[in-house]
């Protein structure tokens, strides 16, 4: 007798059919039998559910899943307030080009226009915060709505997807077939014409410099700029979302610092001193052009994959539009025989020692509290190059973004396109799933850190190998404290409620330490990276010379 399949079972099989492994959310009344297929007895073939302890945490690890795959995330919720719990991690996703798929219960397809329990138009209100967002009508449509929300999340410019599953649909016998594995489409490289034109362009520039931005991060992008490096030598600047872009034995050729916030960096004044930017896989969310353009007259080429949004201070003289990594062979093979300009090398070269310079700074005496140079460094010490490091957003993650080095790509995670709090501990916690064979590192605040603590339970639950360290200011939100103190008599809003961060960690289950004074920060920071299973290093962090951060911004064009 054939066995009846149900609305959850095309679900199922469509997550199965596009290698997704992991799912992450919180079960509810009108997605109950999607749940049951996920973690129910005859469950064998479907991913793994991590069941989480917010809605807005699945999907933050949903999108750290995707951005450590490669593959399209999942995060699943019941209706109502469980959909509405999902958009601060839908438009985080959808603005940084993590690729998701949240998938939220409905009411009855009869209950949807009338005010009953949990009834809300979620696919109307996901729409603007999505590349795709569908509510299914009919059974039989399941497998190619969630088809079309798959492809969707992984185009031109990949972000989140969003389908609505009514209670009935997911209860319903399916007669139709679900879709066999299809093929994926392939983009091809830029127009052959326009690589011989930027060849030109590059050959007649006396600075050309390459600026790396979140498309420009995965694997094959990274390869591929790794073998143009390694033939012409080419300066580049990385964005906070392209960190770890440039390798090890390629940062003394051709790393030039990120930017990403105040402009006031080594990037920027290389920027600003270009004749040509080269802009790789850049979006304009994670770094204004406004910012690092203001004046308006850089010579800008926008290579990506989908075509630039233009404005006032991002008008490129050219695009070349396809896929980045093919592109950027190509474009290694039609340069043969090209020299970096030589006339170039001594400005960069005061560029390079000014970056050493930073990377060499010993932190000033702090009283009683570590200075943040001093966190980084002692961080920089016990993380390898393997492991990856999230930063949640705050003003610890200025100054991570900033002096702390990596190697690889997507192994310093940060948010730059919305800036979220909260995503540090969910981002790690993937990290850690995904690799469990090494430390997988969380940087948060204390007030980030809060936001999304409860996950710990998770972390313990899952005995995950993971080491939070939480730079404390006696609970103040302090990136916004000190630009308020910048620009007003004194800061409003700032102060909220004391915690003890070891006890708390405690509370779950997790291993509790704190770095009692600044002398002890190497010693306190050794211990947690040899403690097993999920540890959280409370940091009491002098913020006294954060103003500096913002100190001596490039606000004019450079002599």
């Not at 997550?15 to 005859?42: N, S, T, W």
């Not at 064998?44 to 995707?66: C, G, S, W």
Request: net charge negative; aromatic share 6%.
């Amino acid at each position: 007798m054939t066995k009846k399949l149900y609305g959850a079972d095309i679900v199922i099989d469509s997550l199965r059919k596009h290698g997704v492994d992991l799912v992450f959310g919180i079960p509810g009344a009108k997605i109950d039998r999607l749940f049951e297929a996920l973690d129910g007895k005859d469950s064998d073939d479907a991913p793994k559910l991590i069941v989480t302890r917010h809605e807005q945490n699945a999907v933050f690890m949903a999108q750290a899943y995707a951005r450590l795959t490669g593959k399209t995330g999942v995060a699943i919720s019941t209706s109502g307030p469980g959909v509405g719990n999902l958009t601060t991690g839908i438009m985080t996703a959808n603005a940084e080009g993590d690729p998701i798929l949240a998938i939220g219960g409905q009411v009855q397809r009869k209950d949807l226009h009338r005010l009953t329990h949990q009834s809300t138009p979620s696919a109307e209100i996901m729409a603007p915060i999505t590349r795709y967002s569908a509510e299914i009508q009919d059974p039989n449509n399941i497998s190619e709505t969630i088809a079309n929300a798959f492809e969707a999340s992984q185009g031109a410019e990949k972000g989140a997807s969003f389908v609505s599953l009514p209670q009935d649909v997911d209860d319903a016998v399916v007669d139709e077939k679900p879709l066999p594995i299809y093929e994926a489409p392939k983009m091809g490289p830029a127009d052959p014409a326009e690589l011989d034109k930027l060849v030109d362009l590059i050959k007649h520039s006396k600075m050309p410099v390459i600026l790396i931005g979140q498309r420009g991060g995965n694997e094959e992008v990274t390869a591929a700029l790794h073998n143009l490096l390694r033939d012409y030598a080419f300066p580049v600047v990385e964005t906070f979302q392209a960190a770890g872009v440039v390798s090890r034995d390629l940062e003394d050729q051709s790393y030039f610092g990120r930017v990403g916030l105040f402009r006031n960096q080594v990037g920027d004044q290389l920027l600003q001193q270009s004749d040509l930017v080269i802009a790789v896989g850049y979006d304009a969310i994670e770094y204004e052009p406004r910012n690092w353009n203001k004046e308006g007259q850089l010579r800008i080429v926008n290579l990506d994959t989908k075509p630039a949004q233009i404005d006032n201070h991002y008008t490129p003289v050219m695009q070349l539009v396809g896929d980045i990594a093919t592109s950027l062979n190509q474009l290694d093979q039609l340069l043969k025989g090209f020299k970096y300009p030589a006339a170039a090398k001594d400005q960069l070269a005061a560029y390079k020692a000014k970056l050493d310079k930073d990377k060499q700074q010993k932190a000033p005496q702090s009283h009683g509290k570590s200075h943040p140079l001093a966190i980084v460094q002692a961080i920089q010490e016990n993380v390898t190059d393997d492991m990856i490091v999230s930063l949640d957003v705050g003003s610890h993650y200025i100054w991570m973004a900033r002096h702390f080095r990596c190697y690889q790509p997507r192994h310093l995670l940060i948010s730059n396109g919305m800036q979220t709090l909260g995503v540090g501990l969910p981002w790690a916690m993937v990290a850690a799933m995904l690799h469990p064979e090494r430390k997988a590192v969380a940087i948060c605040g204390d007030g980030g850190f809060l936001f999304s603590g409860s996950e710990l339970s998770t972390a313990v639950q899952h005995h995950l190998n993971l080491v939070v360290i939480v730079w404390n200011d006696d609970a103040h939100y302090d990136m916004v404290k000190f630009q308020e103190e910048m620009k007003y008599p004194q800061a409003a809003g700032v102060k909220f409620g004391d915690c003890d961060i070891v006890k708390y960690a405690e509370s779950f289950g997790a291993t509790g330490l704190r770095v009692e004074k600044p002398a002890d920060l190497n010693k306190v920071m050794n211990k947690a990276f040899n403690v097993d299973g999920p540890v959280v290093v409370d940091v009491p962090v002098d913020y006294s010379n954060n103003k500096d951060l913002a100190a001596n911004l490039i606000d004019s064009q450079l002599g």
